[in-house]
């Protein structure tokens, strides 16, 4: 039988190996070209792996949650067999017997002399009466979950399990496992029936951990604060909000007023904008921001590139595409490598202060937060305005005090008279 490998491709810049996060196929179901067999975990991002020829997948050689290099083998393609899935709508008629073998897949190969079954072995122990019926949405949500169709109660008659009856059934499992959680001990202040779970941590937060202690070890990390009144800039926004998106197709928040002020910024203090590289100091005469967004793997950084050369529209276009694009995990290493300043905005989980950590090699990074009324004193009389603190941590091995407060103060100025700096006054 002659198979065409599965191979682990180049991960990305200074990535040498990744951990199988999880098999879309198993052995025995027929494939197509280009479609995803499995997922990688690296340190920075999840990889999906497609499919080199279409067939049937005949072997696998590493399990989920196995440690794989560039290079390796994950598994082989046989493109002359093919696949004869039973009843692939229904699951199986179960039986009030002990644990049986149900015959899922065979695979007939003109390299092998007769079929070979795939077979899977089911410990049944809580057994309907009737033929169930599942739903693509109810193979998903059981799947996610780890459950047996057999262990959740169906609300329909025929006893056809729903999406509604898997997701109940978890929402009550949690509840459960709550209240036993809530309830004293005993005998003790740990009791044994309370229940604790394990998981490994992913690769993407060791890199995270181990980049974050580097920082904080290398670096002479400060930081510096300032507060910004959002007044201007949320009147032009309201303004031109709807204007703008009708030209551009694209909604104008505030990370690109945030984003363009620190292009300007990183212009008159080019220090900020510069990294430590052994014994000499690197200047960048561009600006590629980074841009903390959420990924379901946790915070990625991917990098607005030339941001200085972009406009307001071109800002918001590539930061709202990198945030659909972390949400459905597929941030790629492109998108994250390189970067010489980072924004992280902190303020969209409601934060109201913090102390950024620095991205090395970068030498700076600033905090946006939780815009917030508060009263101030604006020409000696008291208004209530919509304020926001941020905060610049720097590297003071680099960059002097007077340098990152002239940035943050410059960073305030471009926010607090927008009509100026974007007119390049």
């Given at each position: 039988?002659s198979?065409?490998?599965?191979?682990?491709?180049?991960?990305g810049?200074?990535?040498?190996?990744?951990?199988i996060a999880?098999?879309?196929?198993?052995?025995?179901?027929?494939v197509?070209?280009?479609e995803?067999?499995?997922?990688?975990?690296?340190?920075?991002?999840?990889?999906?792996?497609?499919?080199?020829?279409?067939?049937?997948?005949?072997?696998?050689?590493?399990?989920?949650?196995?440690?794989?290099?560039?290079?390796?083998?994950?598994?082989?393609?046989?493109?002359?067999?093919?696949?004869?899935?039973?009843?692939?709508?229904?699951?199986?008629?179960?039986?009030?017997?002990?644990?049986?073998?149900?015959?899922?897949?065979?695979?007939?190969?003109?390299?092998?002399?007769k079929?070979?079954?795939?077979?899977?072995?089911?410990?049944?122990?809580?057994?309907?009466?009737?033929?169930?019926?599942?739903?693509?949405?109810?193979?998903?949500?059981?799947?996610?979950?780890?459950?047996?169709?057999?262990?959740?109660?169906?609300s329909?008659?025929?006893?056809?399990?729903?999406?509604?009856d898997?997701?109940?059934?978890?929402?009550?499992?949690?509840?459960?496992?709550?209240?036993?959680?809530?309830?004293?001990?005993?005998?003790?202040?740990?009791?044994?029936?309370?229940?604790?779970?394990?998981?490994?941590?992913?690769?993407?937060?060791?890199?995270v951990a181990e980049?974050?202690?580097?920082?904080?070890?290398?670096?002479?990390?400060?930081?510096?604060?300032?507060?910004?009144?959002?007044?201007?800039?949320?009147?032009?926004?309201?303004?031109?909000?709807?204007?703008?998106?009708?030209?551009?197709?694209?909604?104008?928040?505030?990370?690109?007023?945030?984003?363009?002020?620190?292009?300007?910024?990183?212009?008159?203090?080019?220090?900020?904008?510069?990294?430590?590289?052994?014994?000499?100091?690197?200047?960048?005469?561009?600006?590629?921001?980074?841009?903390?967004?959420?990924?379901?793997?946790?915070?990625?950084v991917?990098?607005?590139?030339?941001?200085?050369?972009?406009?307001?529209?071109?800002?918001?276009?590539?930061?709202?595409?990198?945030?659909?694009r972390?949400?459905?995990?597929?941030?790629?290493?492109?998108?994250?490598?390189?970067?010489?300043?980072?924004?992280?905005n902190?303020?969209?989980?409601?934060?109201?202060?913090?102390?950024?950590?620095?991205n090395?090699?970068?030498?700076?990074?600033?905090?946006?937060?939780?815009?917030?009324?508060?009263?101030?004193a604006v020409?000696?009389?008291?208004?209530?305005?919509?304020?926001?603190?941020v905060?610049?941590?720097?590297?003071?091995?680099?960059?002097?005090?007077?340098?990152?407060?002239?940035?943050?103060?410059?960073?305030?100025?471009?926010?607090?008279n927008?009509?100026?700096?974007?007119?390049?006054?």
């Amino acid at each position: 039988m002659s198979l065409i490998e599965i191979k682990v491709p180049v991960l990305g810049e200074s990535v040498s190996e990744a951990t199988i996060a999880r098999w879309r196929k198993k052995v025995g179901e027929a494939v197509v070209i280009d479609e995803v067999l499995v997922e990688l975990e690296t340190d920075k991002v999840t990889l999906e792996i497609t499919a080199p020829s279409s067939g049937v997948l005949a072997v696998m050689h590493y399990e989920k949650g196995a440690t794989v290099k560039i290079g390796n083998v994950l598994g082989g393609i046989d493109e002359n067999a093919v696949a004869f899935v039973a009843a692939p709508a229904v699951t199986p008629i179960f039986q009030p017997t002990a644990p049986e073998k149900v015959i899922v897949a065979s695979i007939v190969s003109p390299a092998i002399e007769k079929s070979e079954p795939v077979v899977i072995v089911k410990n049944v122990q809580s057994i309907p009466d009737v033929v169930t019926h599942l739903s693509p949405a109810v193979r998903k949500h059981l799947g996610d979950n780890q459950l047996n169709a057999a262990n959740v109660k169906a609300s329909s008659p025929d006893g056809r399990l729903s999406k509604a009856d898997v997701l109940n059934h978890v929402q009550n499992a949690g509840q459960a496992s709550a209240a036993s959680d809530d309830a004293p001990a005993a005998n003790s202040l740990y009791s044994d029936d309370r229940l604790e779970v394990r998981v490994p941590l992913s690769r993407l937060r060791l890199r995270v951990a181990e980049r974050l202690k580097y920082a904080q070890n290398t670096a002479a990390i400060l930081t510096t604060f300032n507060e910004i009144d959002m007044m201007a800039v949320k009147q032009l926004r309201d303004r031109y909000k709807d204007v703008f998106e009708k030209k551009y197709g694209i909604k104008l928040g505030f990370m690109s007023f945030f984003v363009k002020a620190c292009t300007q910024a990183l212009k008159e203090i080019p220090m900020v904008n510069s990294r430590i590289e052994g014994d000499e100091i690197v200047t960048n005469n561009y600006c590629d921001i980074g841009v903390a967004v959420s990924a379901p793997t946790g915070l990625v950084v991917p990098v607005v590139r030339d941001a200085e050369l972009l406009d307001l529209a071109g800002i918001e276009r590539a930061v709202a595409e990198y945030g659909r694009r972390a949400k459905e995990g597929k941030i790629t290493m492109e998108d994250m490598s390189g970067g010489t300043f980072t924004i992280s905005n902190g303020g969209v989980f409601g934060s109201l202060f913090s102390t950024p950590i620095i991205n090395p090699p970068q030498s700076a990074i600033l905090g946006m937060h939780k815009i917030q009324d508060r009263p101030m004193a604006v020409n000696g009389r008291v208004e209530i305005r919509p304020m926001m603190y941020v905060a610049l941590s720097y590297d003071h091995r680099l960059i002097d005090g007077r340098e990152a407060v002239t940035f943050l103060a410059t960073i305030k100025d471009c926010i607090e008279n927008p009509g100026r700096f974007l007119l390049e006054l």
